[in-house]
């Protein structure tokens, strides 16, 4: 065998798995067509956030990945949820889910994504048993019982014992193996920037809910001496590309607008970048020597910080199963246990987010109204507060 895993996809996922499955002991190739985008002013940055919610940071701390990306994480101590759904752009119902009600930790730690794949990437560099190679993509998938084939873009070919599909929504290694997915369209895109406010988010993230999507601002270290977020804008898809090709003044108008105020008049501080928002998954999550995880496997919302968390419980679980039998990595059994660990909770959360998405998305002032009532609702009872904030973590009967 050339390696015992080949990684198919050098996003975060992908370097995620590549860290956790090398600091493992497994000899793991890492590729990806692309070369990593690692400074947020280069064209391509991408300049989402990722909130890793506790498990998550447990299974950072286990790859050997924490360490480096700890002083650069901003805590989220709080998650607060605004309904602006009246008449005005305007707060009318406010609520905190604070992680002191649970936890004696924050509910996660927020880092921009380029930084993550920056410090993902140096750390590989460093794994003696890990071998990354940007620039170098999937072509082919050939398996039989005992092994699998990959053909690469550089020409060449790698038999490995497993393949790990951390390619994305349109994963090509999922496609080679004829796995199919179920996809729900929203109409919706969402723009990402980072911006500057005047008042400090005291390490609140904030869901403000109107129409057509949710606004989110969540934490980021200040920037140039300014208190700073990240923004995920999610918009009815003509919308969204309206307001992408605003000029600056009139976008910093509209975006200040849509976060009620909350932080003061927003500037923008970053490129702006829009992508289509989806739901996604994958109809089985492995096949004959392949695993499919994050994207691949799934792809949600950007609604609760559920999308790389739910990756980073596929990662677990596949690593759990491949250290308990590693003799066994990537076999028939192991994989269709694989399959069997994962395939419920997947199904449930992209379906509970589907219905959260569509509930923002509500444009009708009844039902917008029948919004707010819920969230009250559910806020004022302490012991469902509670469980929906376990459930948010990843806790599972």
């Not at 050997?64 to 709080?78: C, E, I, N």
């Not at 200040?222 to 009815?236: C, L, P, Q, T, Y």
């Amino acid at each position: 065998m050339d390696h015992d895993i080949l990684i198919s996809g050098g996003g975060i996922a992908g370097l995620c798995a590549a860290a956790a499955f090398g600091s493992a002991g497994f000899r793991v190739l890492c590729v990806d067509p692309a070369p990593p985008v690692t400074d947020r002013e280069q064209a391509g940055a991408d300049l989402r956030s990722t909130a890793f919610l506790q498990p998550a940071q447990a299974f950072l701390q286990q790859a050997g990945l924490w360490d480096r990306l700890a002083h650069h994480a901003m805590p989220l101590q709080t998650m607060r949820i605004v309904d602006a759904g009246g008449a005005l752009p305007e707060p009318r119902v406010i609520k905190d889910f604070d992680a002191s009600d649970i936890s004696e930790k924050p509910f996660g730690w927020n880092l921009p994504n380029w930084l993550l794949r920056r410090e993902m990437a140096a750390t590989l560099e460093a794994m003696p048993n890990v071998d990354f190679r940007p620039g170098t993509g999937t072509k082919t998938l050939f398996t039989r019982e005992a092994y699998a084939r990959v053909g690469l873009s550089d020409g060449s070919v790698q038999q490995v014992r497993l393949v790990i599909a951390a390619d994305g929504r349109n994963s090509p290694m999922r496609q080679a193996a004829g796995i199919g997915v179920k996809t729900t369209r929203f109409g919706q895109k969402a723009l990402a920037f980072a911006v500057t406010h005047p008042l400090p988010h005291g390490n609140v993230s904030t869901e403000i809910h109107r129409t057509g999507g949710p606004f989110t601002l969540v934490p980021l270290p200040d920037f140039k001496g300014r208190h700073s977020s990240a923004v995920v804008w999610m918009e009815e898809g003509p919308k969204a590309e309206a307001l992408f090709a605003l000029p600056t003044a009139a976008f910093e108008d509209a975006m200040s607008e849509r976060s009620c105020h909350l932080l003061g008049r927003l500037t923008l501080a970053s490129q702006r970048t829009i992508w289509p928002i989806i739901a996604q998954h994958a109809e089985r999550l492995s096949s004959e020597r392949l695993a499919l995880v994050a994207e691949a496997a799934h792809v949600v919302p950007p609604i609760g910080a559920q999308g790389l968390n739910m990756s980073l419980s596929d990662m677990a679980a596949l690593l759990d199963l491949a250290q308990a039998a590693p003799d066994r990595l990537g076999d028939a059994a192991t994989l269709e246990a694989y399959h069997r660990r994962r395939i419920a909770d997947v199904r449930a959360r992209v379906a509970g987010i589907t219905m959260l998405n569509r509930t923002s998305m509500l444009s009708a002032p009844p039902l917008r109204d029948a919004r707010a009532t819920a969230l009250n609702a559910l806020y004022s009872v302490t012991p469902l507060r509670k469980t929906l904030m376990q459930l948010g973590l990843g806790a599972r009967d």
